[in-house]
DNA sequence: CTCCGTTCTTGACAAACATCAATAACTGAG
DNA sequence: CTCAGTTATTGATGTTTGTCAAGAACGGAG
């Protein structure tokens, strides 16, 4: 069940079969139902995920009820609550897009990790540094593409995530209205 | 000399007096002048910042000679480069945009210190946490907002960045043309 | 199958930004 | 002080997106 997990941490960094046992003992699996929220706006963030199946959408609702998606996180993916282990309310919503299974884990939990395999402390401080790696690749690459750029480069690396996610959602993901997106796409199928 | 270090450190978690001891024999302080490029896209980036003095600038020039400026990193930044520790060649440059002092730090190093002092990784975990968290709060923003809304929020949060830095650079960190900002200037007095 | 709510598309028009080109203001070297 | 190079502004024009409104397509509940 923690083979996912064990897979994607060695795309980054080389696990002994003492870390690998370890990853598998510890983690926690849970199932959520498509529409399931688990987290809400102004809610206090005491878990990290790790996305087994299923797809999550993490988005923000601003001051003119204005919803902005921050990021989808399918297969593979690791979702770190910008808040997560602080004692401020969130500023995200996090929703389930399909029937999930994920991967649980708690500051506590966490703390009890390090203090038992220290280890555990580098594998979390490498993961944390991935994250921040891709987080970062992906705001250079919004400021530097205009929305049809970003839209193809969606159709390019992440093809599937057209089939899983509305439209209206993938606007908002690319910083457009979907009206945009809807006449965007027109075009692009117009010219070839 | 480490003393900004420990000052920034403080405002995210407690350290113990030796742990600020530790810090204030570990840290390496150079100085840079104005205009030094401390990283160029396509060479490998094998150290990381801290500035005390000065102002060092992230940009990406992308397919099209455009130049995007990610970041503005004034006194009390931390900055990592996107491709620190790895062996891949860097998207961004960094460039001194003043006199600089900046603390440096390196993965061999880095893990000299981990070794020495296990503690250290904890530090260095919360440290990319912060930056993690903060990142992902300008992308949200930058999302969020519009150029000019974008424009205001610098005017009242960063102000002295107005001062510091030219203003075809900022354009390009507000992710519009130096035209755009001028006549967004120039709307913004009118009606005042 | 039908109906209702959601999602997507289309149209007309306004607002903002991009582009190209010219000029003005500023800066530092000599 | 003068000149050259950089940085900033202004004007004219085209493209893209936003907005408001209406209608089409889709999907699930009954």
């Known amino acids: 069940m923690g083979n996912e997990v064990i897979s994607y941490l060695s795309k980054h960094i080389k696990l002994s079969p003492r870390q690998k046992e370890l990853i598998e003992k510890c983690t926690i699996v849970k199932s959520y139902t498509k529409e399931t929220m688990l987290l809400r706006q102004g809610n206090i963030a005491n878990e990290s995920y790790f996305v087994l199946k299923g797809i999550v959408r993490s988005y923000a609702i601003d001051d003119n009820e204005q919803e902005t998606t921050i990021e ?93 996610v509305p439209l209206y959602q993938l606007a908002s993901y690319l910083g457009i209205k979907p009206e945009s997106l809807s006449r965007l796409r027109k075009r692009l199928t117009k010219n070839n």
């Not at 770190?80 to 399909?98: A, D, M, N, V």
């Not at 220290?118 to 993961?127: A, D, G, N």
């Not at 987080?135 to 750029?149: A, G, H, M, V």
């Open 72 to 164: 989808f996180y399918p297969e593979e993916q690791a979702i770190i609550p910008l808040t997560y282990g602080k004692r401020i309310p969130s500023t995200h919503f996090l929703e389930c897009l399909e029937d999930c299974t994920l991967i649980i884990n708690n500051p506590e939990y966490e703390q009890e990790m390090f203090a038992k395999y220290p280890e555990f402390e580098s594998i979390c401080r490498v993961m944390g540094e991935v994250m921040m790696a891709q987080l970062q690749e992906s705001f250079t690459d919004y400021k530097t593409r205009k929305p049809e750029e970003r839209y193809l480069h969606i159709m390019e690396h992440r093809p599937t995530l057209l089939q899983r």
